[in-house]
């Protein structure tokens, strides 16, 4: 078990690693495996880069988030133009069906809703939502389709059971065809 100490020090180094010079702007204190962290971040991309780097690193227990997208005055855009970019990136996914998710925008936060086929096309949303300009927050509220997966897995285990019952019958034919042949060689 990390002390805190060493954790500090291991998260440092993380986030000096996979953040960059955001990690020099934020703080963070620890106590018996809780981070907390503060401070601010240009984009929402980084703020949730900052977060799972934390997240993912051994003896982390829990992670207080504090901190603030402050995006440059570059950066900034209308909620408008924002909610265009969004629809925009959504209706680019080829696995995600037209009209299946709705974007709101309110000052930079988008929310997510709709319904998708599964849990892995509503994390690849988020992805894309994450990294449009302007964004400072995301609720993802899209609802993955559990008829869909249960589908999915129905579809999975038919083929599954096929290929293994093709796989015995071939084996039986050979079986069989390998005993009739030491049969007939019996005077």
Known sequence: MKTDEKLREALVAQLNFWVGRSADSIKMAVKDGVV????????????MECLETVRRTGGVKAVTDEVVVELPGSRKRPDAEIAAAVASAINLLTTVPLDSVNATVRAGK???EGSIKDAQRKQVVELVVRNTPGVT???NLIVPDCDADHDLGHELMKRVSAVVVEHLQ??????????????????
Do not use: H, N, W
Request: glycine share 12%.
């Open 170 to 187: 071939t084996g039986l034919k050979t079986k069989l065809l390998a005993r009739s042949k030491s049969i007939g060689d019996f005077p």
């Open 137 to 139: 927050g995301i609720t």
């Open 36 to 47: 907390t962290l503060q401070g601010s971040v240009p984009s929402y991309a980084e703020k």
């Open 110 to 112: 988008v929310i997510l």
